[in-house]
Each structure stands twice: as C-alpha cells, then as structure tokens.
C-alpha cells in the first residue's frame, strides 16, 4: 500500500496540533466548531483512516475471536469447516472477526492461546472438540478469560459445569428419532453401530437408539450393539463378521457416515443404513444421514459470548442443546412385520 | 479478561512520565540506565504487557492475510478448506494470522477486501478460485495491495498476467500421468470425463489425457470424452448414455472425484476409473484420485507474498505451477493387449 496519510499529515494540512487532530477523532465534543471543521475538511482532503488498530486500541478491543483450525480427517472431518464457515457468517454480522490458529495436540493449543491473551489479540475464544478432563474450560475460566464451547462440558467438575457456557447438538435426539423412525416403518431388528465407550458423543447417540428401542417395544430380546474404531474397513469387517456369527438386523443406525459407509458395504443396500453428520459422503451415496443444525449452533454460541450486541460479554454462561434432524434417503417405508 | 496493567500503571509505578515508559518500550536507547531499569521493574512487577494492537500500530502491519472463507458444496468443496488449513499452518510458522471473511458474490467480496484495506486490517491476501476476467487481480494490483492468487490468472489482460504472482496446480500433469500410467497397463480405450468449455481448470486436465493419449499411439481413433455438469447423478447418466450408444471405455479418467463417482456407479467396478483432488470420497470408495500438493501451495503463495522473512512484499510477483501426483487404489496392473 503506497504512503497513507497519517494524522501529522492530517495536523500540519489543518495547521493544528496532533493532539486537536486526536481529540477531533476520539473527544470531538472538546473542540472548537471552527477548528472541529477545519480538521475535518483536511481529513476528506487527505483521504485520512484512522488505522484500525489504533481504534481497536482506543476501546481496548480486538474484536476478534480465536478459533483452533482443528486437522481435517476422515469423512466427517468437514464438519467443524462447515461449523467454521457457519461462525464467520455470524461473526461477520456482529463485526467481529476469526483470527485461526492451528496445534498439535491441547497442550499446544493451551500455548497458543496463552500467546493470544497475553498481547490481547482476541476479545474469546470459541473451542471445538470438548473431550473429557479437557484442560481448557478450567484454564480459560481461572483467568477470566471468555469463551463458549462448541460440545459439552463432558467431566468436567460439577462446581463449574453449571456455569460453563456451551452449545451442542443432541445426539442421542438424532439417534432416537432415526431409531424410532424405522420401527415405525416396521423394522424389528434395528441395531446400532458405534465407538468403543467412554465417549461422550458416542454414548449419547447410543442411547438415543436404546429409548427409542424401549418405546417402541424391541428392546425386549437382546437387540444388536457393535462397536468399532470410526474407520469404514473396520465398520465393515465388523458387521460382516456379526452377520457371519448371527447377529440379525433389519435396519441399523450409526454414530458416523464413516461407520454407516462400512455397514452399507457389509450389508448391501437392502437393509437400511443411518449415519450421522450428513457429509457429503451420504449425500453422493444415497445414505440416510442425521443432520446437524451447525448454523443455528454458530449462532447460539455468538449469542452466548455476546449477548444480542456486537462485543464480548466478560463472563459468558448459558447452554444450548440443539436438536438436529434426520435427512432420509432410503427406503424406508413400512415392511411387512414377519419376525415377531 | 479483568483490568490489565497500562502505561499510566506503569508510569506511576516507577514515579515517571507516561512517554519515559513508551521510550523504554520502543527506543530503550534514549533512557538512561537507572530509569530504564526503575521501569522495567514496575513492567515486571506489573506483569504489563504492550497491547497487540499498540505494537501492530507502532509498525504499521496488521501482520494479518484476509482470506474469503467460500461456501462448501459437495465432495470437492473440502479442497480449500485442506488449503485453508496449510495456509494457516504456513502463515502461523512467519508471525502471520489468517483473519477470515465470507462473501456472498464477487462483488460482495471486492466489497469486503475494500473495508479491509481501507481500515488497514490486513497487510495482504491471498485469493483462491480464480476464474475467466476474475475482477480481484486487476483491483488490487491498482490500488498496490499485496496479494497472491491460488489459481491461475485465466484470462487475464496481457500486460499484467506477466507480473501477476500465482500459484498452482498443474492439471494437465496429473491427468496426463493418470492416462500414461492407464496405457502403460495396457488400457487401449481412455474416456475421459470433465465440464463443458471454456473452464480452465477442466481445460487443462482434458490436454493432459489428450497428450498423454498421443503419446502412447491411442489417439487415432476419436477418444471418448465426456461432458456434463459437476455432480453425481449427471455423471452417471452422462456415462451410461454414452456406454448405451456404443462408447467403449475399459479405463476412464475424469476431472473431479465428483464425476469419476458418478461414472463408477455406471461402469461398475470392473473399468478403473480415475479422479481429481483425493477427497474423502474417493479414499472410502477406494477409487483412485489426483491428489493436489496443497501444503505446498500454501507454502508456495506464502513465498511469493513474504519472500524468505516475516512480513508482506510491497509488490508481490512470480509464480509457481506444482505438479500433483496419481493417488492408485484399483488393480491398473498390465493386461493382455486384446483390442489392438
């Protein structure tokens, strides 16, 4: 960018002080109208801006929000991307920004945003991918430091978890209305594929199916659970081998696109398959998906930080449990109902 | 965050002016050695830390490269936010932060660059997606802001595509490797599958099977290719016509991951087939893919825009073509040479 005017130039243009050229900017109400108008007539002449990080420092604001670029893996790594492009719309409306960084592991990124508080180079943070004993809530929280977590507080100690603020979405809604959605249809054997326990997500989504299971009256004999890491030859390998061995299953709903990609390879197409995050994977192989609402989530988590204004709160708290929807793509009309 | 150490703390502190602590900040050179030491105790026993925004302000970089966030749609769209990521990674690596924007058009993008500029928020950006008389170049190399594209200057005015700085990926190498390694293995009947014309992108990858298909001797015959819109069902339909009226293909080599789904759904898995950008879909479905370097790119578009240091080029220029390489997961082992 060539030479910008630069409030000197602004002061000698107006034959003024730098100071009386600060005070028009900042305290216009302790100037003269004469001299108010002179400035301001050389501030159009010169094509004068006040540089942004000096209005920022004026109100103490960076009116930026740190947000860790989480790595990409996998089928349903895009989901937080879409979360992010859903947080820059919303942020963008409020007049803030995303400033991103990426880590390595949490104690990277724990260093990464001690770096960002200490110059002051956000106003909060927006953290993704909460885990069990995830060091950040307390960390963040011990400083006074804002923030709004995109997950739950999973475990984290019950003397804070009431005032942390977060927004999720409700997995074990999602499951439960795929679920009874199916046995509505008239399937009997509808299993559930998902991730080794603890996991926070993983045992909600599994849930989700049991309720619905036990309302509509299957959950009587035994019904099927697998579980797996989320990788879709493993998915396979392991339907595969429960058919082999027995297990009997009509329908069966996933804690992941991944896992429903690898029981639709192990199943064939004739029994229906559910997954979970409606990535593009699904869409392009015509696999029934549960959706999150990552917008509406976006917007929440502003909502929490900020209020219904445009800066940060200083002590967020809150929570929004969001529920998302199925997208069906299958055939999942009513069967008629033989093994009972 | 709670009230923060400033200046007048400091000043206060060590019983001296508020400008003695900016000299001890800025030029320490001009403080005498008792003073200097007074102040840098209070700024220790403080814990003061100068405002980032008072730093960016003092050297005139926001240290920050604008980046417009675009919206995802379908299996490809995650290929730039795999940009993104390298991006911030590289950027993070020089003191750099990538501070993210959305645009509804290009106009509303133009729109938001201005704002940008104008508030001197960003020292440059970097600008992906080019197309056909992409306006950002042009606007940009006339009001002298850095920046440095991630596509070619397609179209481009003569006079200005020498000194534009870009970086890409070349295209037609990946495909003409596909289409050379296809032939080498005996496939004697190439298709190709790519979007209509004038596209450059899809122009280039079509020249890289044509060459490759002249090479090898198997351009005789007129080749099959292929056109239609980017998406699945299209290149499906788009296949299966062409196979029911008589193309015959035994390898086919496509412009997207996108097109080559679609034209696995209609050859079967019997016809390998080839696609471009090594999407999550593509490693699922375990169908072979050009794989694009993007840590490389971003690497490449950093270089370009900061040369070997820690900030922005007034006038950014050169480019940097990479060549991506063919990501196989089908038996394209020799086979017998039958149809010659």
New interface residues.
């Given amino acids: 960018?060539?030479h910008?005017a630069t409030v000197a130039d602004v002061a000698l243009a107006a034959g003024v002080s730098r100071q009386t050229v600060s005070n028009v900017l900042n305290r216009p109400e302790v100037v003269r109208p004469a001299t108010l108008s002179r400035v301001q007539a050389a501030i159009e002449d010169l094509g004068y801006?006040p540089?942004?990080?000096?209005?920022?420092?004026r109100t103490?604001q960076?009116s930026?929000l740190g947000v860790r670029?989480e790595?990409?893996h996998?089928?349903s790594?895009?989901v937080l991307?879409?979360f992010?492009?859903a947080l820059?719309?919303s942020a963008?409306a409020r007049g803030m920004?995303?400033?991103?960084?990426?880590a390595t592991d949490v104690a990277d990124e724990l260093a990464h945003i001690e770096r960002l508080?200490?110059?002051?180079?956000v106003d909060g943070f927006v953290l993704t991918s909460t885990f069990h004993d995830d060091p950040r809530p307390g960390w963040l929280a011990d400083?006074?430091?804002?923030f709004v977590l995109f997950g739950r507080p999973w475990g984290q100690p019950e003397d804070r978890i009431e005032t942390l603020p977060w927004v999720d979405v409700d997995g074990r809604a999602g499951l439960h209305e795929a679920t009874a959605h199916l046995a509505a249809a008239g399937h009997r054997r509808i299993g559930f594929l998902g991730w080794p326990s603890p996991s926070g997500q993983g045992d909600e989504r599994r849930h989700g199916w049991q309720d619905a299971l036990a309302e509509a009256g299957l959950a009587t004999e035994d019904p099927v659970a697998l579980v797996c890491e989320d990788d879709?030859a493993a998915a396979t390998r392991t339907v595969a081998r429960a058919v082999a061995e027995g297990a009997a299953v009509d329908a069966l709903v996933c804690a992941s696109d991944?896992l429903a990609?690898g029981a639709r390879f192990a199943l064939g197409a004739s029994v229906p398959v559910v997954g979970y995050d409606d990535?593009?994977?699904a869409e392009?192989l015509a696999i029934s998906s549960v959706e999150q609402p990552l917008a509406a989530a976006a917007g929440a988590a502003l909502e929490l930080l900020m209020g219904s204004g445009r800066s940060v709160l200083p002590g967020p708290t809150g929570h929004h449990l969001l529920t998302p929807r199925v997208v069906w793509r299958e055939d999942v009309g009513v069967r008629p109902v033989t093994d009972r």
Same sequence: chains 1, 2.
């Fill in positions: 960018m060539s910008p801006r540089h942004a990080s000096a209005r920022r420092l103490r960076s930026t670029l790595p990409v996998g089928i790594g895009a991307d879409r992010l492009h820059v719309d963008d920004r995303i400033l991103l960084f990426t508080v200490e110059g002051s180079d400083r006074e430091v804002p879709v991944t990609l990535t593009p994977v392009a």
